[in-house]
């Protein structure tokens, strides 16, 4: 395992290495109004007179008479385009980031004595812009300003600013703050019915056209301090957002009273004020902007960000691991299988030789951190796996801790000498912060604090003592709240605490447990990304096909997992090495009715169209669950892909709010393989694609169906379309191999 990491950049100025000289692919035009700068494929245009900008993307999509602003606490709003003068420059520059112009826009002449400067990189080398602000207070040395919302780009109604997404089916991506409470993304559209839409997404978001993916992917790439939001306003008229802000300072609490993927549940669950910036000089985040092929510029994203902030690597085949939260439930108190029968499932698993060939298999044990087994318990198990060539996992809850209500005053914190009261969050009035509500509830705990370094040394020594080399870490977003009181007083923000607890825990995990465990993130943040091999894509998933489904909870259904996944792919290969789709089931979940086969080999698909390293929750005390393990879960070609997962990319997205998706996915190679999920009850789902959208060469092709790699089907030579149909409630996974081979 190998840390990757660039230095940090936080700001644009300190980055850049000026050079002299003409940038070939780029093009400055200085007008007595305007400044404009081109590259191949965007231009930006700032106005002299009104401090306003306007950015136009090759595929179409504009921004016009854009602004940023700070809102500072003493002098209030200050946006760039209520200065007096506005004062642009260009200069070159060349770095390990890449090469280009950069355009610094100085604002100045307000009330406040406050300058703001704008800073956009256009490079030659790369098809995106990247764009902050920083504010900045004129006069005295020592003077200090401060802000909880500072932007760096903004389309505001008052300054006759808008986003014009072409395409026929537009759309607006909007994302959750976390991957809790099994929260949607959401596709929102334009609808006759409905005119304009509002809402809030979290960290990025992008418009495009839904009938060919163009549009323009936006996002921060700063996660040292703030949270950012994406509060967006839809025009009535389709394909134009007339309000839009790219702002630092999102802290949003939950709110019953509203649908949970519309401000109910979906974004950052903070009880108080996001923490202040406060100096002589304050920053927003850095904004990645890349118009085009939404799923390209994602791809990007994703690698930015890890130029930025670095991200781990993993040496050797990825982990397969079977869980026992499928069995035994959250905490295990009903004694299903644990402890009696689980050495029945080592003994199992051992006999899959596919499922062995490649990683040692983990055996994870959940919630571990109930107590409910001890030690000395899992690390006789953990010699008995070892024996198996198979390995434990350990699961704990690093920054919350579970808890009676009326029982926290005096509640020891395991591995410490405090109190929990002398550990937790605290809100407005003081009182402590529940992440999860309810008189068996979940209490927030300060990452800064001298208890929680001592709490987590004191799971990752039990984690060693069993043996274990995969962790499961859980409930990571409650040590990214907002607080009113910190151990470290230095420490000001929610986002500035989780990575000073995130990189505490990887720090004493290699040294405690050695660099050779793999880290997986369950709720958590999106970002920081850097301090975990992966992390899941959505909520625990109970593998039913649908939310709906009769029998079963409605959540955790396969759909609901995949249409998130549809777009988050693009985080495999770049945020992280895998994805983690949570576990399939062979026959049912927990108390859940029986799953069929279809299901499965949709939930099997939907972890290999992610890029998922692969996990099973079954109970193989069943016979039904043996016989089907070893016709899926030990599949050879199975095996062998899960070795070395890859995310698919999507040809079909998911959209809308329907259970009835209908999504498609291809990964490119030497044998092109292809995804496709129908979770429609009612309709087949018929879809024809060319050579050219999946890049398939001239010659002909024989499909093969991929859990049998027999033939069932061909792409002529010459024949310059095909068409795939997938049964109601199925999924198909097959390989295009070329003729000759």
């Not at 890349?290 to 930015?304: H, I, L, S």
């Not at 026959?587 to 099973?616: C, H, Q, V, W, Y």
């Not at 599949?635 to 899960?642: D, I, Q, R, S, T």
């Amino acid at each position: 395992m190998k840390f990757q990491k660039r230095p940090v950049i936080k700001y644009l100025i300190p980055c850049l290495l000026l050079l002299s000289g003409t940038v070939a692919a780029q093009k400055i035009t200085k007008n007595d109004d305007s400044l404009v700068v081109s590259t191949a494929e965007s231009s930006v245009a700032v106005n002299y007179k009104t401090g306003r900008l306007n950015y136009h993307f090759g595929n179409g999509v504009v921004l016009n008479n854009t602004i940023a602003y700070v809102t500072e606490l003493s002098s209030g709003y200050l946006p760039t385009s209520a200065c007096q003068t506005h004062q642009a420059s260009t200069d070159e520059f060349n770095n390990e980031s890449g090469k280009g112009v950069r355009i610094v826009i100085r604002h100045s002449g307000n009330s406040a004595g406050i300058t703001l400067t704008q800073q956009v990189l256009l490079f030659q080398d790369h098809p995106y812009l990247l764009v902050n602000l920083s504010a900045e207070k004129n006069n005295g040395v020592n003077a200090q300003i401060e802000t909880r919302d500072i932007c760096a780009l903004a389309v505001l109604p008052q300054e006759k600013a808008e986003l014009l997404q072409p395409g026929a089916e537009p759309r607006f991506l909007d994302v959750p703050f976390d991957n809790d409470n099994w929260s949607h993304i959401l596709e929102r559209r334009w609808d006759n019915s409905k005119p304009g839409f509002t809402g809030i997404s979290y960290e990025f978001a992008s418009a495009y056209n839904n009938d060919d993916f163009s549009g323009l992917v936006m996002g921060s790439i700063s996660h040292d301090f703030w949270k950012t939001g994406i509060v967006y306003r839809a025009a009535a008229q389709k394909g134009i957002i007339d309000s839009l802000k790219i702002y630092d300072g999102a802290a949003t609490e939950d709110n019953s009273a509203l649908p949970p993927d519309y401000g109910g549940n979906d974004g950052t669950h903070d009880h108080t004020l996001h923490g202040t910036m406060k100096g002589k000089s304050l920053n927003s985040s850095i904004i990645y902007l890349c118009g085009g092929d939404t799923r390209k510029a994602f791809v990007d994203y994703g690698n930015v960000n890890v130029f930025f902030n670095g991200r781990l690597s993993w040496q050797g085949d990825a982990p397969v691991y079977w869980n026992s939260f499928g069995v035994e439930g959250v905490l295990g108190y009903e004694g299903r299988m644990m402890p009696k029968d689980v050495t029945k499932i080592s003994d199992f698993i051992q006999t899959l030789p596919n499922f062995n060939k490649y990683a040692k298999p983990v055996i994870s044990i959940d919630s571990y951190d109930q107590s409910i087994y001890t030690t000395s318990l899992l690390a006789s198990f953990g010699r008995y796996v070892g024996k198996k060539n198979q390995q434990l996992g350990f699961y704990f809850i690093p920054f919350a801790k579970w808890a009676w209500k009326n029982n926290t005053e005096n509640t020891k914190l395991e591995g410490t000498d405090y109190n929990l009261s002398d550990v937790v969050l605290r809100d407005d009035h003081n009182q402590p912060i529940w992440f999860k509500n309810g008189d068996w509830g979940c209490l927030a705990l300060d990452p800064t604090h001298p208890a929680v370094r001592q709490f987590v040394i004191y799971n990752l020594k039990e984690a060693k003592a069993i043996g274990a080399k995969f962790i499961k870490i859980d409930f990571l977003t409650a040590g990214a709240l907002e607080s009113t009181r910190r151990y470290d007083p230095n420490v000001r923000t929610g986002i500035q605490a989780y990575n000073y607890g995130m990189k505490m825990l990887k720090t004493l995990a290699d040294s405690i447990m050695g660099k050779d465990v793999f880290i997986t993130e369950a709720i958590s943040p999106m970002f920081p990304s850097q301090y975990a091999h992966t992390r899941f894509v959505s909520t625990d998933v109970y593998s039913h096909l649908r939310d709906d489904e009769p029998g079963f909870p409605h959540y955790g259904s396969t759909e609901g997992s995949l249409a998130n996944g549809s777009h988050l792919w693009w985080v495999q290969g770049t945020l992280w090495p895998y994805t983690n789709l949570d576990v399939a089931i062979m026959k049912n979940f927990e108390k859940n009715p029986d799953l069929t086969e279809n299901e499965i080999k949709a939930r099997l698909f939907a972890l290999m169209s992610m890029g998922s390293i692969l996990g099973d929750g079954s109970d193989y005390r069943d016979k039904l669950a043996d016989d089907r393990a070893e016709k899926y879960l030990d599949n050879k070609y199975l095996c062998a892909y899960f070795s070395n997962p890859k995310a698919f990319t999507p040809l079909k997205f998911a959209d809308g709010e329907t259970f009835d998706q209908q999504m498609a996915f291809y990964l490119p190679g030497a044998e092109t393989m292809v995804s496709l999920f129908n979770f429609d009850n009612k309709k087949q789902f018929d879809i024809t694609w060319r050579r050219a959208d999946l890049g398939l060469g001239a010659g002909e092709y024989i499909i093969k169906d991929f859990l049998t790699d027999q033939p069932i089907g061909k792409i002529a030579k010459g024949q310059d379309s095909f068409s795939f149909n997938v049964p109601t409630a199925d999924a198909i996974m097959v390989k295009l191999v070329p003729s000759n081979q």
